[in-house]
């Protein structure tokens, strides 16, 4: 029987065969950070991620989530792009869609491989083991850096001396007794790159994010109009935000320690904003088959497009704009006025009259009236 020393050396070794480029244990107590999720939450800086507070005294404590566990095995894969993920935002007719999403679903690519390592560990082993990757209550990047594979920069991301701000996090969650690895400990200095570039201002202080400002935030999990304050500085970002991530210094050390790339879909790299925004639910079900842009949804994600079609600065795009002013969606209706009275404002004044005689909804109304 192996003792807890050989345990971990075994499990790092079949971590690495699974395909993970990091892999680090630690203990089942919660995190030191927990008191740090009820100041986020105390202060309303979830927006409305609802289901950051709903499970939070789980997320917050690893026991109450799975009593039984002893260890935990925090993984990571690299998902570090092959260029500058920034050099997009100044091409105004594309869509800038987040790295981690221009390929498969992260989800799915790192669930199987954490449950074919879980497998294997059992197997090996024996034990029980749990498998949690982001949907579960997990405060993942806290446990990450007790369990060695790096620190919580002043971005509130996981960043790593080998792979820098570009880490897929999971973890395994085990009755098995393993010799935990040391916390990681924080390099990022007087570096504050991450924080200046924010266009939002999404972080009050170093270590601090509030969400409801974050471009992530705004074009994924919020469900209602963007706010008018945001909207420009949104650029064209369709899907998250990869600004304070892609700054880290940390990065150039990713591309070297990366041997095997996630794989982006190419028709995901630099759309056209005009092609999106003519798809319907069906077409945008189908676009995004297996990508995590499609549990956003059409309505918001044509939103997203909109915003971004309204800060192109391209006249031509306000066909598009005036194309989804009857959408059946007041999401999309609003975006849509917003866009156009941005790029062809004498055609939206002229519009206006009849388009507020047939419209009920009060966020789309005033769209209309501002």
Known sequence: MMGPEALARRIKALAREAGFDAAGVTSAEAPSTAPRLAEFLDAGRHGGMEWLAMRARERADPAALWPEARSIIMLGQNYGPADDPLALLSARTKGAISVYARGRDYHDVVKSKLKALARAI?????????????????MEKPLSRRAGLGWQGKHTNLVSREHGSWLF???????????????????????????????????????????????????????????????????????????CLAVCPWNKFASLAQETRLHARDDLMAPDLAELARLDDAAFRARFSGSPVKRTGRHRFVRNVLIAIGNSGDRALAASARALLPDPSPLVRGAAVWALRRLAPDDAAARREHALARESDADVRAEWAD
Do not use: W
């Open 122 to 138: 059992v197997s090996e082993m024996g034990g029980e083991v749990k498998v949690f990757v982001d949907t579960a209550p997990v």
């Open 169 to 243: 996090l999971g973890a395994i969650f085990t009755t098995l007794t393993i010799a935990r690895d040391a916390p990681g400990t924080d390099h990022c200095g007087r570096c504050r790159r991450c924080l200046d570039i924010c266009p939002t201002a999404a972080f009050p202080a170093p270590y601090q994010l509030d969400a409801r400002r974050c471009i992530s935030y705004l074009t994924i999990e919020h469900k209602g109009p963007i706010p008018a304050e945001f909207r420009e500085k949104i650029g064209n970002r369709i899907y998250g935000c990869d600004d």
